[in-house]
C-alpha cells in the first residue's frame, strides 16, 4: 500500500519524505489556504522534494475551465496529477485528461457509482472520503469496501486512494481492504510506528541490561 502525505505544508512534507516512506502528496484548496505562498510555488516546492504523484486541485466547476487550470498546473512538474471534483463537469474534464495521458485524481467521492463513473472515465485515482462519512454517522470503510470489489469485478485500473482519515484504524482497515492508497494527515502518520508497550518494553530492556553492570 502507498503512503501519500495529505498536507500543503513543505515543513511536514519534508519531515514525511525523511522517514524513507512518502510516496506521494495531496493537497487540496482548504490545505492551500492554510499556507501563505501561492499555490503553484508550494506545488513547485513540493515537487522539488517529492518525486511520486503530487495532487493539485482545480476550482473551477466546468470542465472548459478545469482543463484551462490543468493546462498551467502539469506546467509545474511531470509529477503533478490533476485533483477534479466528481461531478458531471469534472467527468468530462478527467475523460479529456485521461485521453491525453494527464494523470487525474476524482477527489469528494461519497458513493459507490461516482467511483465507478471516473474509473470508466479513466482516473488514475479516485479519493473516497471516509472520515466525512464516519462524521455523518454512516461507516467510511463500507465505501472502500465497496470500490475495491467494483473495480475488481471489471478490472478497472484507478487507483483507490483512501482520503479524509484521521486515525491509524482507518489506515489498518484501508490496508485489510486492499485499497492502494492512504493519504494521511501529518498527525495520522506520525502515529503509524507507535505503540506504548514497544516504549515500555525498550526502557526496561535498557535499564535491565544497565543495572547488571552490562552497559
Ligand atoms: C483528500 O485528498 C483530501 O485532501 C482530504 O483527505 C480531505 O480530508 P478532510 O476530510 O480531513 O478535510
Redesign the pocket.
Known amino acids: 500500500m502507498k503512503f501519500f502525505i ?1 498536507s500543503a505544508n513543505l515543513d511536514e512534507i519534508r519531515q514525511a519524505a525523511e522517514m524513507g516512506l512518502l510516496d506521494g502528496v ?3 484548496p ?2 492551500a489556504a492554510k499556507e501563505s505562498a501561492p499555490y503553484e510555488e508550494i506545488l513547485t516546492e513540493i515537487c522539488n522534494v517529492v518525486e511520486g504523484p503530487v ?1 493539485a486541485e482545480v476550482i473551477s466547476t466546468d470542465a472548459p475551465g478545469m482543463l484551462k487550470e490543468a493546462d498551467r498546473l502539469i506546467k509545474i512538474a511531470e509529477n503533478i496529477v490533476i ?1 477534479i471534483p466528481t461531478i458531471p463537469e469534472g467527468l468530462k474534464a478527467i475523460s479529456t485528461l485521461s485521453g491525453n495521458g494527464i494523470m487525474t485524481n476524482a ?1 469528494l467521492v461519497f458513493q459507490p457509482l461516482q467511483a465507478l463513473m471516473v474509473a470508466k472515465a479513466g482516473a488514475t485515482f479516485v ?1 473516497p ?1 471516509v ?2 462519512l464516519d462524521d455523518i454517522g454512516t461507516d467510511g470503510m463500507d465505501l472502500i469496501n465497496q470500490i475495491v470489489t467494483i473495480y475488481s469485478n471489471y478490472g478497472l485500473e484507478t487507483e483507490v486512494l483512501v ?4 486515525h491509524p484504524m482507518h489506515v489498518v482497515q484501508a490496508a485489510m481492504l486492499g485499497a492502494d492508497v492512504v ?1 494521511m ?1 501529518f498527525k495520522v502518520i506520525s502515529t503509524l510506528m507507535k505503540h506504548p508497550l514497544t516504549d515500555s518494553g525498550l526502557e526496561k530492556f535498557i535499564a535491565d541490561f544497565k543495572n547488571a553492570g552490562k552497559g
Open positions: 495529505d495531496t493537497t487540496n482548504s490545505l495532487s485533483k477527489t479519493s472520503f472520515g466525512r482520503a479524509s482519515v484521521r493519504t494527515p
